[in-house]
């Protein structure tokens, strides 16, 4: 486990800022509030989700979506934390992407179990054009999966 240990710090570290930061909003913005930090490119709001990541599926309102993406983000952390722990503590670059990835879906877990719903609040557009607001827990998965393709790639056979 000690060889674990610099790991399971990051994930519990980036577990506790995407709490904090989700606390934060909900205390300082009001549910469906915008507050602009660069006006035209980025803003503070605060959303529910009751979907999954960037807000797939949050329309249908039906607790069957909620109880899948329970049962799906289960499955998909039991099968990153077993190769998690069959990765060897050399690979490194491979140990930090499934750490990002299992930080982002716990963070995203606590809220949809606590909740129903996860918390969102990172807003980006240009003009008119908005990408769908998100969390840092959502950040943590899309980093995460991003290092692990160029991991993947980057491998010798």
Do not use: W
Not at 74 to 92: D, E, G
Request: hydrophobic share 55%.
């Amino acid at each position: 486990m000690k060889k674990h240990a610099p790991f399971l710090g990051l994930i519990a570290g980036l577990i506790a800022l995407d709490q904090i930061s989700k606390a934060v909003v909900v205390r300082t913005v009001p549910f469906y509030g915008h507050a602009s930090v660069i006006p035209g490119f980025f803003a503070i709001s605060h959303i529910h989700n009751k979907g999954a990541i960037f807000g797939t599926f949050s329309q249908s309102g039906s607790p069957l979506v909620t109880i899948g993406l329970i049962a799906a983000q289960l499955f998909a952390s039991a099968m990153v934390i077993i190769y998690f722990l069959k990765t060897p503590a050399s690979q490194k670059g491979m140990k930090l992407a499934l750490s990002l990835i299992m930080a982002g879906a716990v963070g995203n877990f606590i809220d949809r179990i606590a909740r129903g719903y996860v918390i969102d609040f990172l807003e980006f557009h240009v003009g008119r054009a908005y990408f769908p607001t998100f969390n840092a827990a959502d950040s943590c998965i899309t980093i995460g999966a991003a290092l692990l393709v160029l991991v993947f790639f980057l491998r010798r056979p």
